[in-house]
């Protein structure tokens, strides 16, 4: 499925399409790189963000897809003992440079020539995929297909943004937003901090009755007030009311982390709200989170082999990306993660 031009429309339901149904060649690996017959991609926000433009690729078109389980179906020389057959997962960051110093200092997602799966390179929403076998991940046999997927993304960025969140065991977080990556670090919260509630926040009733079916403590409205204020919320909605509302009920001393690569430019209006009094004093902070590194990816699919933790999926076949991405954007039409098909045997 390519992506031809960036879809600025206004169009709703079946008749947005920003993706089309196309050939490329199979790509050839060169030395250090496998070529990736694709079972099952991850549909992602940042997918969405890419088709509607607010996320630009360097060239165009452009295949997407950055959660990618397939086998290895051709290596070049020097593959770091991956091999044909071998089961693999192909997480957002397709390469780093390694030598820089964010890359030296073990943050190589902030690596000034960091290259992401499906936007700087072609991913997987497609039948085959070029990667560096370096930046190809094993993937746990514990784990089926399926569950795997949505861990390459949505899990990894859940499981840096829950870090950077620096909460304490015991200590109430908050989850701005319940989509797919909050509801696999609601799974995570409860598995790195037993004795903390989790309070989620979020405007569509079904989310937030899926929320309470994974064990949240509490579930509310955006601008509801919770229980006790969180000392730390992630907040992984596209908008920015959503932070407002987040910054006012957190505690003093408090952070919040925002998951998200772009916020959406129809709602900067609510930014004239920002109080400093009401919002930022008593040493609250806002921590982006930007990519993820191979250790994220690798640790998650380490913590989801060894425990419960697991996604609910909806699988469509690969010609219907174009649906996985409007009811994306309809928002609060998706509970949990969703992947395509694109290898049926």
């Known amino acids: 499925m390519i992506l031809d031009r960036p879809s600025t429309e206004s ?4 008749d947005w399409a920003p993706l089309r149904l196309g050939d490329l060649p199979t790509p050839t690996p060169g030395p250090g790189e496998l070529v ?9 926000r940042t997918d969405l963000d890419l088709a509607e433009g607010r996320l630009e690729a360097p060239r165009y078109p452009v295949v997407p897809g950055h959660q990618v389980i397939g086998d290895v179906a051709a290596a ?3 593959t770091a003992g991956l091999r044909e057959g071998s089961r693999v997962g192909v997480a957002w960051i397709h390469w780093a440079c390694g030598v820089c110093a964010w890359c030296r200092a073990g943050t190589e997602n902030l690596c000034p020539r960091f290259r992401a799966t499906g936007s700087d390179a072609n991913g997987g929403y497609a039948e085959y995929l070029l990667v560096p076998a370096s930046f190809a991940h094993e ?10 997927a949505p861990l390459l993304c949505a899990g990894a960025i859940g499981l840096r943004s829950l870090r950077l969140t620096e909460l304490q065991d015991g200590q109430p977080l908050g989850l701005t937003g319940f989509g797919s990556s909050a509801h696999l ?13 989790v309070f989620v926040f979020a405007r569509s009733p079904d989310e937030r009755a899926f929320a ?10 955006t601008a509801d007030d919770p229980p006790e204020r969180p ?14 509302a987040a910054l006012r009920v957190l505690e003093r001393g408090g952070r919040l982390v925002i998951n998200a690569i772009r916020k959406s430019r129809n709602d900067q209006q609510a930014l004239l709200g920002l109080d400093y009094a009401e919002h930022l004093w008593m040493e609250r902070e806002i921590k982006s989170v930007a990519n993820v590194t191979r250790r994220d990816v690798r640790e998650l699919l380490d913590i989801a082999a060894s425990t419960d933790i697991r996604p609910q999926v909806t699988e469509h076949p690969l010609e219907r990306a174009n649906h996985a991405l409007a009811a994306l954007r309809a ?12 290898v049926t045997d």
């Open 331 to 342: 928002g609060g039409a998706v509970r949990g993660a969703q992947v395509l098909r694109v």
């Open 139 to 148: 993937v746990p046999s514990r784990l089926a297909d399926r569950d795997a």
């Open 231 to 244: 000392h730390a919320i992630i907040d992984t909605t596209p908008a920015w009311t959503p932070v407002l």
């Open 185 to 197: 670090v609601l799974q995570l919260a409860h598995h790195t901090f037993p004795r903390s509630p």
């Open 11 to 14: 169009t709703d339901g079946a």
């Open 212 to 221: 309470s079916s994974l064990g949240a403590s509490w579930v509310g409205d």
């Open 76 to 78: 070049g020389r020097d």
């Open 36 to 44: 990736v017959r694709v079972r099952l991609c991850g549909v992602c």
